[in-house]
């Protein structure tokens, strides 16, 4: 089956914006992460409402989400 370019743009087009989507989704959910580890609650807490997540691989996560929070709000934060 033979696909026209324009279908196969327009495809790459949307392919790639689902993609975007994923990639912010999955960085909103490692700040949300960084978030709620803040406001106190246990990795235990985060995993489980996550859910197939070891509570021991939250730390990782809440460091990488904490990356993502301080360069979305601009960076220069003190801890």
Do not use: C, F, H
Request: proline fraction near 1%.
């Amino acid at each position: 089956m033979k696909v026209s370019r324009q279908k196969r743009a327009a495809w790459a087009k949307k392919l790639e914006a689902l993609s975007e989507a994923a990639e912010k989704a999955q960085e909103d959910l490692l700040v949300g992460i960084y978030q709620a580890r803040e406001d106190g609650l246990s990795q235990a807490d985060v995993a489980y409402n996550i859910g197939g997540v070891s509570p021991t691989g939250i730390k990782a996560k809440e460091e990488k989400g904490r990356e993502i929070y301080e360069r979305r709000k601009g960076g220069s934060s003190t801890s």
